[in-house]
């Protein structure tokens, strides 16, 4: 554990790629293989792997108080260190008492991990922290504690570990990645390289995998001149779902690769009766489903399906009220052939084929003109499931109308998709372009909060949020809640729970929440780090299906600061 602490400081200490891909290479090198893959996990800033559902559940404000128990120092001072570095890893290292040697292993740090996420209850998980950061260096401990808050803040992405792992054994860094990509287990590519076994890696089913990303476009032709010819589709205000399906099993994944399958009970039984062994790529949405022949079933808003999400229990009367539908347009793995390498317009087929085999009934919908299939489960159905609705469009015109057509239907715009693509997981690119509403919204991460005013006293309902600098994050505005009172009640929690310096009236909490937040212009300002600030900056709503990573930058703060001050 110690030359793993010591290797990370050095990698901290450089700010050049190569050499932290160097000293990463190094370590793993000389480390014994069991060792190398645990290192090369905590590298990539995870105490498991990616796969893996286990999680830690230690807030900051745990940690803290476990670091307060062991130094003996008092709030105000830990506070003053926090102010220095930023870290609650650096105050550890700061705080806690030194010590020459400890004699932890690689081996025992992620045993201890293991057992906090199986114990249950603050007061248990703390023990076990206690009796590891006990024994650990100030050193050891600083890495420790950086690696249960996920984040190393040492400039190293998992792409410098898969890099070093390619450079350790001498393997192709595309098979590296590729490996990495489909086992979710950045431990056991290493593993599989260091055994020449590469090319081993299968996907493995029940086990998600990152999803392709879209692009933002401002009109239909800047889509079009990324490609001609696009498969389009309503842009469904939901959350992103991966199902699985297989030996009459049926496991639904989230965007953050979480298993989510028991917020949907109804789901499982509609999606079951897919013969083959499968991997989906949908939408899920509430629902309003038609009530008369000539009425239309529609998506609902996001704010409908919210009422549902992160409820402990889904009675019957909450599906009844809420239905949802599981909306398809892809398909990654069917009938034991993985179709990552397949190109969209072969994998649309291989989906309507798959799809006509549910049981009992095929509907076609029409969408448009050009409209292709949509298939529908029986009424009364327990939820829906349907194969999202494809169409095709030569022209910025065709684009357009589509646009209007999908804002009529109650969704947020277009996903424009190129035929030509293959499935790119946990990818950003240009192949899968969006088209959303036209005020320009950011997603952002809250920093810090602030208890309100009048009948707000009380609650923390006034956050501090911020974009990403590279590996910073910058505050560019602050909001008065948006949110329902039920909400902020909820998420006031949540920030006492996740402190990490309290300054009175402010707080400073763990960066892990993920808002989206729409305002009426921007400016150049000096009053936030950024540079900018928002003119009547207000939050449309929670984002808990991104993760931090994946909130804006300031780049797309400075193209749309360019746009809207263009002459
Ligand atoms: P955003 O959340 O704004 O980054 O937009 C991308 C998200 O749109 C995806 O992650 C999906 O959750 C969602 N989405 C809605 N409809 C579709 C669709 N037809 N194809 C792909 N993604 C879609």
New binding site residues.
């Given amino acids: 554990m110690l030359k793993f602490a010591q290797t990370c400081d050095a990698i901290a200490a450089t700010t050049k790629k190569l050499e932290k891909t160097a000293l990463v290479t190094d370590l793993l090198k000389v480390t014994p293989l069991d060792d190398a893959a645990t290192a090369a996990i905590f590298l990539s800033g995870r105490p498991f792997p990616a796969y893996e559902e286990a999680t830690l559940q230690v807030g900051g404000a745990l940690l803290w108080r476990v670091i307060e128990d062991l130094s003996g120092k008092t709030e105000e001072e830990l506070s003053q260190i926090y102010r220095r570095h930023g870290d609650i890893g650096s105050v550890a290292a700061e705080a806690l008492p030194a010590k020459s040697e400890s004699g932890l292993s690689l081996a025992e740090v992620r045993r201890v991990f293991s057992q906090i996420a199986a114990v249950r209850g603050p007061a248990a998980k703390a023990a076990l922290l206690r009796a590891i950061l006990e024994r650990a260096t100030p050193l050891e401990a600083k890495y420790i504690v950086k690696i249960i808050s996920g984040d190393l803040r040492i400039g190293l992405k998992e792409s410098l570990v898969e890099d070093a792992i390619a450079r350790a054994f001498e393997a192709p860094l595309a098979a590296v990645k590729r490996a990495n990509m489909l086992l979710g287990d950045i431990g056991e590519t290493l593993r599989l390289a260091a055994e020449g076994k590469l090319a081993e890696a299968k996907l493995r089913l029940f086990h998600a995998i990152d999803?392709m990303?879209?692009s933002p476009v401002e009109s239909a032709d800047e889509a079009l001149s990324y490609f001609h010819n696009p498969a389009v589709?309503?842009?469904?205000d939901?959350?992103?779902a991966q199902v699985h399906v297989g030996k009459g099993e049926v496991r639904i994944f989230s965007?953050t690769r979480d298993d989510i399958t028991d917020s949907f009970p109804e789901l499982p039984a509609a999606l079951a009766t897919l013969p083959n062994d499968a991997i989906l790529d949908g939408?899920i949405i509430a629902w309003s489903p038609a009530s008369a022949p000539s009425t239309q079933d529609r998506a609902l808003p996001f704010s409908k399906l919210q009422q549902r999400l992160g409820r402990k229990k889904v009675t019957p009367k909450l599906m009844h009220d809420i239905p949802v539908a599981y909306l398809i347009?892809d398909v990654l793995y069917a009938d034991g052939e993985m179709l990552l390498d397949r190109p969209l317009s072969e994998r649309t087929n291989i989906l309507n084929t798959l799809l006509t085999s549910i049981t009992n009934h095929v509907a076609v919908q029409t969408l448009s003109s050009q409209a292709h299939f949509g298939f529908a489960l029986p009424e009364p159905a327990p939820a829906t499931v349907l194969r999202?609705p494809v169409a095709t469009a030569n022209s910025a015109d065709e684009i357009e109308a589509l646009f209007t057509a999908a804002r009529e239907r109650g969704n947020e715009g277009l996903?424009i998709k190129d035929l030509d693509s293959l499935y790119t997981p946990g990818r950003r690119g240009k192949s899968?372009l969006?088209m959303?509403r036209e005020l320009a919204t950011l997603d952002v991460v809250v920093t810090a909060v602030e208890y309100g005013h009048g009948k707000r006293i009380g609650v923390l309902s006034d956050y501090t949020f911020a974009v990403w600098n590279g590996e910073a994050l910058v505050n560019i505005g602050k909001a008065y809640s948006g949110l329902t009172d039920s909400e902020i009640a909820e998420m006031t929690q949540w920030f006492l729970a996740h402190t990490i310096s309290d300054q009175g009236l402010r707080l400073e909490v763990e960066p892990k929440i993920v808002l989206e937040v729409a305002f009426n212009n921007m400016m150049r300002s000096t009053r936030h780090e950024s540079g900018y600030a928002l003119r009547f900056p207000r939050i449309v709503r929670l984002r808990p299906d991104k993760l931090p990573q994946d909130a804006d930058t300031i780049d797309t703060v400075k193209k749309i600061y360019a746009k809207e001050h263009a002459v």
């Fill in positions: 999803f990303l879209a589709e309503d842009k469904y939901g959350i992103r965007r939408e347009f999202a996903m899968w969006k959303k």
